[in-house]
Structures are given as C-alpha cells and as structure tokens.
C-alpha cells in the first residue's frame, strides 16, 4: 500500500515515514510548501527593521527562503542516465504583468504560433503546459515583468540546474541564476511519468505566486492527445496575499459550467497552488454526493488498493495534486465545490451539464 508522492500534508502533532533514493547529482531542496514557513521572516533571529519591506525589485535568491527549508548536496551518482537532447521539442514561455491601478496580475503565458504575446497580455492562472512522457522539452523562460522570477517544476524529476530554486540550483560551480527583468532562461526537461504537476515561480512565492505566477502540467503517454472534452483540470489559488483569502479556480471566482458526456468516463485533476493552507473538493448532484474512483496523486499512479469507488470529497494541501475518475450516471447538472479557509467560508462553485 505505500504509494509515490511529492507533497504531504502534515496535521499538528502527526508524523510519516518515508524513503528517498537519490538518483542524480546536484542541489535539491525538502521544504514545507507552506509560504509562511519559508518565508524571509521564518529565519531564525529575524528581527524586521521600522521600514523594512518587501519589494519585488529586491529578489535576493539566497535570503528568500528561510524556516522550514533543508538544502541537500547529491554528488555520489556517477550512473545517472544524461538522455540525448538534440532533438528536443522547443517551447517558449513568457512571464507577463498587467497593471490596473493598484491591481497587479502576473502569468506565465505560453507561445503559440510565430509571434510573441504582447508584454502585457496575461492570461487567466492555470494554462496548462500539455508534455509528453519522455520527450525532451527545452524550455525558454523570458522575463517580461518588472522584477525577478524563476519557475520551478514542481513534482518533476529532472537535472538540477533546470529545477528553478535561484541561487540553488546545480552544484557548487554553477548555480541557476535568478531570470531578470528582459533576461532568460532556458530549462531541460524530460518527465519520466504521465501525470497532473505543477509549474510555479520559487522567488518571492507570495507575491508572485497570489498574482498568478503558475499553472498545471499535463503529462500524457506517447502519441497520446490531451482531450479536453473527458479530461478537465481545476488549479486552485489565491487572488491576492490578502487574508482570508479569496479562491480562484482557474484564474476565476465564478467559473463558467462545463460539459460532460453521459456514461462516459471523465478524468479530473485538481491542483493546489494556494500559498497556504487545505481545500476540501466535492463531487455532487444537487445534495446527493457521488462516488469517483482516486487514480493518481502528485503525478503518480496509486496503488490498486486506493483506487476502489469511493465518496467523491477529498481534502487537497497546498503543492499537492490528485487525478480522480468519474463516469456521470445520468443526464443533469452537478456540481465540484471547492472551500479553503476556517469554516470554509472561501469557495468557489463549478457547474457541470451532463448531456
């Protein structure tokens, strides 16, 4: 019953027992996916000065993460496998800002065709970035805002110096630098597991992050298309760092309905990228719960002993995902309810017609 994960969610005064085997050089990082106990001021004897803040301009990689953070130095690997990279798919990603008086957005948006998207076109948070098991993908990041970021490919295994931790990354002689403003980066990636991951800044997370700053990965087999008619990804984050918080699914409070198709199996990915904290995701026609069957948690398949039939309610932590399947049994609408906070009084409701 011992399954692959990446993220746990750890309640007050609960333990877990895991192992890890190292299988390729470089710095790597086990930290808690909670932003508040990161965050500069998790550092041990840190003492804001009157009229300190935190300014977007100042990334500093080495003083961004302090607290609940350990660094690992892998050096003993001399087996691990370097796939061939000359044919490698080529994508390019920009990270775009918008400003609407105090409002700041900020996204990662994605190329497609000839020409770049405009500097200050942001999407809604939550494009997915569709990738193929074991195909190699370079990845060009071009910093269109007005400040440093980074991205990191959370849940994936891939080289050191692609994973995008600034100042981190690599090894002792050469470290990932941070991507700044009108700077790029280019990061190699080939995703060894089909799979729901996630894409998300690792500099000044909350800022950026509550901003818009990530969006899901959807790993398919080979030669296999991602249809969005029977597959449907819900990334869930903040709108702003401001608490409580305010949910978006996809980059929306109030998401359009969606459409399924009658005794046809679906598959649903939930992701969540909040900075902080538990959502609670249900399945439901009208107050009648339904029953999905857990398939995949953190881009892993589960073992055959989690995926029986169960009540479609599943609490997700902040950095984890979780694939579940679902087969409508009838024409009709229904419903997925998302709620984070004390009591649940943050959520967000998305309407699904059967037809």
């Known amino acids: 019953r011992r399954r692959l994960e990446v993220t746990e ?49 100042d990334a500093d990689p080495m003083s961004h993460m302090s607290g609940l953070v350990m660094g690992i ?5 001399a087996n691990w496998y370097r796939p061939e990279r000359s044919h490698a798919r080529k994508l390019r990603l920009f990270a775009n800002e918008k400003r609407d ?37 370079d990845v060009t990041i071009i910093n269109h805002t007005h400040a440093a ?22 090894s002792a002689n050469t470290l990932a630098p941070m991507i700044a ?9 080939i995703v060894p597991r089909t799979g729901t991951f996630i894409y998300h800044t ?22 296999k298309s991602f249809d969005p008619l029977t597959d449907h990804v819900f990334t869930v984050g903040w709108h702003t760092p401001t608490q409580p918080p305010r949910l978006l699914v996809n980059g ?3 998401p359009v309905p969606i459409t399924m198709r009658y005794n046809r199996t679906q598959r649903i990915r939930f992701v969540n990228i909040m900075p902080v904290g538990q959502m609670v995701i249900s399945l439901e026609r009208e107050t009648s719960p339904m029953k999905w069957r857990p398939v995949a948690k953190d881009g892993a398949a589960l073992p055959a002993d989690y995926q029986a039939l169960e009540l479609a309610r599943r609490s997700l932590s ?22 984070s906070g004390p009591n649940a009084k943050s959520r967000v409701v998305q309407p699904i017609r059967v037809q």
């Open 202 to 223: 690792h500099l000044n997370d909350l800022e950026q992050i509550t901003a818009g700053a990530y969006g899901p990965i959807i790993i398919t087999e080979p030669n």
């Open 9 to 57: 969610h750890l309640a007050p005064g609960s333990s877990i027992m895991m192992t890890w085997s190292p299988d390729r050089p470089g710095n790597w990082l086990y930290h808690c996916h909670f932003t508040f106990h990161v965050a500069e001021g998790a550092r041990l004897g840190f003492r804001p000065m009157p009229g300190d803040h935190h300014d977007m301009h």
């Open 181 to 189: 403003p009108n700077d790029s980066f280019v990061a190699r990636l």
């Open 101 to 137: 008086g105090k409002q700041f957005q900020m996204s990662y948006v994605l190329q497609r065709g000839n020409e770049a998207p405009r500097r200050d076109s942001v999407e809604k948070a939550g494009q997915p970035i569709v990738l193929e098991q074991h195909e190699p993908v």
């Open 73 to 77: 130095n892998v050096t003993d690997t």
């Open 318 to 339: 902040a950095g984890e995902t979780f694939d579940a399947e679902w087969t409508p049994p009838a024409r009709g609408r229904y419903r997925i309810t998302i709620a």
């Open 252 to 254: 929306d409070s109030l």
């Open 149 to 170: 970021t980074s991205v990191h490919w959370h849940g994936i295994e891939l080289e050191s110096f692609s994973d995008g931790v600034a100042g981190w990354s690599g």
